[in-house]
């Protein structure tokens, strides 16, 4: 059993950055891949990036070369690093925690840039 909580979220400039964390409960933090998504009013949730146990990253076009995901096993903790942020990124951002057979998610945390 994994609980995720986010923290990080407020509102920025167009330009600005933020970042945010997700701190999970539990001993098996490595062995899940993590993950930010996001949902933005009116819209589907969208994958933004995932980290595996390993340390691969995948992360959306729209946000590459400016989004950093990484994690810190010691403090079961997985990061979003936002910089260069655009009123587009405007959404609830939520962490995610998969492995086989189990997924969980954390309650989001809003994120609004304005122009």
């Known amino acids: 059993q994994v609980q995720l909580v986010e923290s990080g979220g407020g509102l920025v400039q167009a330009g600005g950055s933020l970042r945010l964390s997700c701190a999970a409960s539990?001993?098996?933090?490595?062995?899940?891949?993590m993950g930010w998504y996001r949902q933005a009013p009116g819209k589907q949730r969208e994958l933004v990036a995932t980290?595996?146990?390993?340390?691969?990253?995948n992360y959306v076009d729209s946000v590459k070369g400016r989004f950093t995901i990484s994690r810190d096993n010691a403090k079961n903790t997985v990061y979003l690093q936002m910089d260069s942020l655009k009123p587009e990124d405007t959404a609830v951002y939520y962490c995610?925690?998969?492995?086989?057979?189990?997924?969980?998610w954390g309650q989001g945390t809003q994120v609004t840039v304005s122009s």
């Open positions: 995610n925690a998969r492995r086989v057979l189990y997924n969980f």
């Open positions: 980290i595996t146990p390993g340390g691969s990253t």
């Open positions: 539990g001993s098996d933090f490595g062995i899940y891949v």
